[in-house]
T-cell receptor, first 112, second 116 residues
Framework: ELKVEQNPLFLSMQEGKNYTIYCNYSTTSDRLYWYRQDPGKSLESLFVLLSNGAVKQEGRLMASLDTKARLSTLHITAAVHDLSATYFC????????????FGTGTRLQVFP | DTAVSQTPKYLVTQMGNDKSIKCEQN?????MYWYKQDSKKFLKIMFS???????INETVPNRFSPKSPDKAHLNLHINSLELGDSAVYFCASSQGFGRSSNQPQHFGDGTRLSIL
């Protein structure tokens, strides 16, 4: 059975610090998505990674994909309080259709 | 302009009842999905429809029945509700079908279902 594991599950970090969230998956896929979810809210798409070596950056967040290692990372640079949320990676394992398997989520809290 | 809208936002009901959740998208997408998010925030795909045709039907109890009257709507009917059905149900949509699309899925705001 496919597993998509994120670590850490919970991350408390100080403003201005850097950190990386890891997403490991157990089957072949060349498509991976990152989403953000604020408490009680919907999921917001952050990044779409479509091939090995893909790197995307938006503001203080940068995502990368290594399909050979079955690993994606979400790097946070100089964290600010507004980044506090839960972050999910989702692996697309579909062949004839999109089928996303979500990771366990990483709850990020940024404090002053 | 809400892209993916779900109604109701909250649903509190008793065990054994039957309830429906509605979803509509105005993005012109042709694929729609239902996900369940449990109390531990774990998200799992339930169903997917493309142009009114059922594509993904995960292992869910047959008390759950999706219906897509057209490609802009995907409703979820749940019979004989059980305590374990308490969760947040998210509708989503995406453009294209299968590997032809490079776009992410767009999610609704969720329906929080509480079973008493």
């Amino acid at each position: 059975e496919l597993k998509v594991e994120q670590n850490p599950l919970f991350l408390s970090m100080q403003e201005g610090k850097n950190y990386t969230i890891y997403c490991n998956y157990s089957t072949t896929s060349d498509r991976l998505y990152w989403y953000r979810q604020d408490p009680g809210k919907s999921l917001e798409s952050l990044f779409v990674l479509l091939s090995n070596g893909a790197v995307k950056q938006e503001g203080r967040l940068m995502a990368s994909l290594d399909t050979k290692a079955r690993l994606s990372t979400l790097h946070i640079t100089a964290a600010v309080h507004d980044l506090s949320a839960t972050y999910f990676c989702a692996v697309d394992i579909g062949s004839s259709t999109d089928k996303l398997i979500f990771g366990t989520g990483t709850r990020l809290q940024v404090f002053p | 302009d809400t892209a993916v809208s779900q109604t109701p936002k909250y649903l509190v009901t008793q065990m054994g009842n039957d309830k429906s959740i509605k979803c509509e998208q105005n993005l012109g997408h042709d694929t729609m999905y239902w996900y369940k998010q449990d109390s531990k925030k774990f998200l799992k795909i339930m169903f997917s429809y493309n142009n009114k045709e059922l594509i993904i039907n995960e292992t869910v109890p047959n008390r759950f029945s999706p219906k897509s009257p057209d490609k802009a709507h995907l409703n979820l009917h749940i019979n004989s509700l059980e305590l374990g059905d308490s969760a947040v149900y998210f509708c989503a949509s995406s453009q294209g079908f299968g590997r032809s699309s490079n776009q992410p899925q767009h999610f609704g705001d969720g329906t929080r279902l509480s079973i008493l």
